[in-house]
């Protein structure tokens, strides 16, 4: 079980990953990753990935919260869990100037988040990544 992260209001649900360029070994410090169910993308800042040397997948087209559409870059990574890792995920490079997050901070979305079964446990404030899902809660 991983505790939700207190630092945000209301504490927000994260899992601890690593990254690396595909078919690689782990080859970041294991970091905090805000679970985001309104996000379709994973987002991750250009720091992580440019030291990475994440490939480029292909254009895409996003849009954030009240604002409109805009092309990006999606770059490939694999994302190292504590259960296994998943290989070849294609993620959105989050460029420090847009000052879109405070700590350059890594965001999971439903791309992610499809492959994953979690128990999210509000009242207890705690994330778990299963491995098959519960008979019963």
């Known amino acids: 079980m991983i505790a939700y992260a207190t630092n945000k209001f209301p504490p927000v649900p994260i899992l601890h990953i690593s990254l690396s360029a595909p078919g690689e070994s782990a080859q970041t410090e294991l970091a905090p990753a805000l679970i985001d169910t309104g996000s379709d993308f994973t987002l991750v800042p250009e720091k992580w990935l440019r030291d990475l040397d994440a490939p480029r997948s292909r254009p895409a087209r996003v849009r954030g919260l009240w604002s409109a559409y805009r092309e990006v870059t999606l770059f490939l990574v694999d994302i190292h869990l504590e259960i296994g890792t998943l290989p070849g995920v294609e993620v959105v490079r989050v460029m420090k100037s847009e000052g879109i997050f405070e700590n350059e901070e890594i965001v ?7 492959l994953l079964i979690l128990l999210l446990e509000g009242p207890a404030q705690q994330t778990s990544v299963l491995e098959r899902r519960p008979s019963r809660l």
């Open 108 to 114: 999971l979305g439903r791309n992610v988040l499809n």
